[in-house]
């Protein structure tokens, strides 16, 4: 019988969290090591967790920080391979069982499932995405996105996650592309941004956090943009339906990555910016 942790930081996710954990608790309790971990928590999330009753392990830690929950959680595992899913991610825990099982049989060390976005209600954000999927870091084994399993091999490649904004980089950038899997047949969803302010806010730190892993771990840094933006003209320019959504992606690009050269510029705490369009209350 496969047997997985999960772990899942969660800061003020009250409103998110227990959907996402009804859709993880979808297999037996003894197949699922499910750690939530509340990080500097104002709200009830911790409270929300433990409604789970034993079938969800709660951790809680004063300071709010997705590397050190990222950090407590896997000092707390007691099983591998180990999931580690942010709180706004949709997955199933079949699905997770599911790739477990790939992970083992393929040899690989990290792996994904396909990240599925659901759609924006603001059309300028939906056209973003539309050019989005067609990025070498979309089709070229993406992992990362807000999921990501490794194998017990796999974890040990490195000891404590480094504080850096972008955690999913810097465990991608970890592992060649052999030594990824990322399984087609299965899939996870996030929301997209409800407006394009917030895409920008969202997109800035993702470029500020790409950029300090290429400072801070200049052996993994990803490869320049100059060869994916050819790339991509490429697939677009074959797509005239995708040329308006190719000007809003390239204007979205060009103003994230100058506001995040200011911010790393300043060497100032990058804090996080809330998507509250994608947050809804639930129960």
């Not at 050019?131 to 870091?137: G, H, I, M, S």
């Not at 510029?265 to 639930?282: F, H, L, M, V, Y």
Request: hydrophobic content about 45%; some cysteine; aromatic content about 8%.
């Amino acid at each position: 019988m496969t047997r997985i942790s999960v772990v899942v930081p969660a800061h003020d996710e009250e409103a998110l969290l227990p959907v996402a954990l009804r859709h993880l608790l979808d297999v037996p309790r003894e197949q699922l090591d499910l750690i939530v971990v509340a990080n500097g928590c104002t709200d009830g999330t911790a409270a929300r967790a433990r409604e789970f009753g034993a079938a969800v392990r709660v951790l809680e830690i004063p300071e709010a920080s997705k590397i050190k929950a990222l950090n407590a959680g896997s000092r707390a595992v007691d099983a591998y391979p180990v999931a580690f899913v942010d709180a706004d991610v949709s997955v199933a825990g079949s699905d997770l069982l599911a790739l477990a099982e790939l992970l083992t049989s393929t040899g690989a060390e990290v792996a994904s499932p396909t990240l599925r976005v659901l759609p924006s209600r603001s059309w300028w954000v939906r056209q973003y995405y539309r050019v989005w999927a067609l990025t070498d870091y979309r089709t070229s084994g993406h992992i990362g996105s807000g999921i990501y399993m490794l194998s017990e091999a796999g974890r040990a490649r490195f000891d404590e996650f480094p504080d850096v904004i972008a955690d999913d980089l810097f465990v991608q950038r970890l592992f060649a592309p052999e030594e990824r899997c990322v399984a087609d047949s299965l899939t996870f969803s996030v929301t997209a941004p409800g407006s394009l302010a917030t895409l920008v806010r969202r997109n800035t730190r993702i470029a500020a956090g790409n950029s300090q892993i290429a400072r801070v771990f200049p052996d993994l840094a990803p490869p320049p943009p100059s060869a994916g933006a050819r790339s991509l003209v490429r697939r677009v320019a074959r797509r005239p339906w995708l040329w308006p959504g190719f000007v809003v992606y390239s204007v979205v690009h060009v103003v994230t990555h100058r506001r995040a050269r200011r911010l790393t510029a300043d060497d100032r705490p990058i804090s996080w910016n809330r998507d509250e369009t994608t947050r809804k209350g639930s129960s």
